[in-house]
């Protein structure tokens, strides 16, 4: 299946898999909204100045999290999981992968939960997991990390392991999706990429994925959160009560 202009099959899927594209019926993403290369690289933005910066403040309000770096990490995975999302959906569905480049991407930090990204052009790339992990690993959370370390002591392991738990979670919503929808093919394309994304040195060894489970080596700290517990898929069985950091993994 060709890409289309609007990538409107990834929509069914739920917020983190939608992309907004620059395209007649969606117009044109606001000049304002910084893209995730200019983002990545500390340039200011005219309307958000530094949007790492804005973005993890606005996380950090939005949970009342005691410490910067619980922000950060729970602001790493949003983007990761909105990242894998789009690049995993458009994988299984088109079988074929829109080009993903940081300076296509538009983004904006002060939106809500998902992640709100716009696609300033739609240009076909191949669907395989090679693909995938440049795009996606190479592209955007290598930098990411980089600019995120940059400003917190995130341990390296924590961020592998937000990667790794970003992507499983993309690849259970469309395995849902398929089965409720009898795509055996469209879920037959998301295990065989799942799996082979998860033999990448960025993601092996953050945790043990089998099926569409997954339990990683590390905390993205979320317990550490007022009333906030431990995820699904996280290392410890209850919060700690007394450990002032996660392991990294």
């Not at 959370?141 to 600019?147: K, N, V």
């Not at 390296?156 to 979670?169: K, Q, V």
Request: positive net charge.
């Amino acid at each position: 299946m060709d890409l289309d202009p609007d990538l409107a099959a990834l929509r069914p899927l739920g917020g983190f898999f939608a992309l907004r594209t620059a395209s007649p019926a969606a117009g044109e993403p606001p000049v304002a909204l910084p893209t995730l290369a200019r983002t990545y690289a500390h340039e200011p933005s005219s309307v958000h100045g530094d949007p790492l910066g804005s973005r993890i403040r606005k996380v950090a309000g939005a949970l009342r999290a005691p410490e910067a770096r619980i922000a950060a990490s729970v602001a790493h995975q949003g983007l990761a999981a909105r990242l894998w999302s789009v690049a995993l959906g458009c994988a299984a569905l088109y079988g074929a992968l829109p080009d993903l480049d940081p300076r296509l991407l538009r983004w904006d930090p002060d939106g809500s939960a998902p992640d709100d990204l716009w696609l300033t052009e739609v240009r076909a790339r191949p669907g395989d997991a090679a693909a995938l992990a440049e795009a996606v690993l190479h592209g955007h959370l290598e930098p990411l990390a980089g600019a995120l370390r940059g400003r917190r002591p995130l341990a390296p392991g924590l961020l592998r392991g937000n990667a790794a738990s970003a992507l499983a979670g993309a690849a259970r919503q469309l395995d849902r999706w398929a089965r409720e929808h009898g795509r055996a093919d469209v879920r037959a394309r998301s295990h065989a990429l799942t799996a082979e994304l998860f033999t990448h040195p960025l993601l092996a060894g953050a945790g043990t994925f089998a099926g569409t489970a997954f339990r990683r080596r590390s905390c993205c700290l979320y317990y550490r959160v007022p009333g906030g517990g431990v995820c699904g898929d996280c290392c410890f069985v209850r919060p700690p009560r007394s450990s002032p950091r996660a392991p990294s993994g």
